[in-house]
């Protein structure tokens, strides 16, 4: 059995895999939120291989 990667996978396969992932009982608005949940992960994890990163000290001044 191959694994593939977040990256190998198409959309749809993803969506698939978050929707499976949930209860039978989840509700549309808890799987939209896992499907949100997911693409801002992905995007963030993305941005930190881009090297598109802030430092803490630059994110606390940001924050202040």
Sequence with gaps: MKIETI????PKS???SIVD???DDA???EIMRELAFNRMVEKGL?????????SEE???RRIK
């Design 58 to 60: 630059d994110a606390l």
């Design 21 to 23: 992932a949930q209860p």
């Design 14 to 16: 993803i969506i698939h």
């Design 7 to 10: 990256e190998q996978q198409t």
């Design 46 to 54: 993305a941005d930190s291989r881009a090297g598109r990163v802030v």
């Design 27 to 29: 509700s549309f608005e």
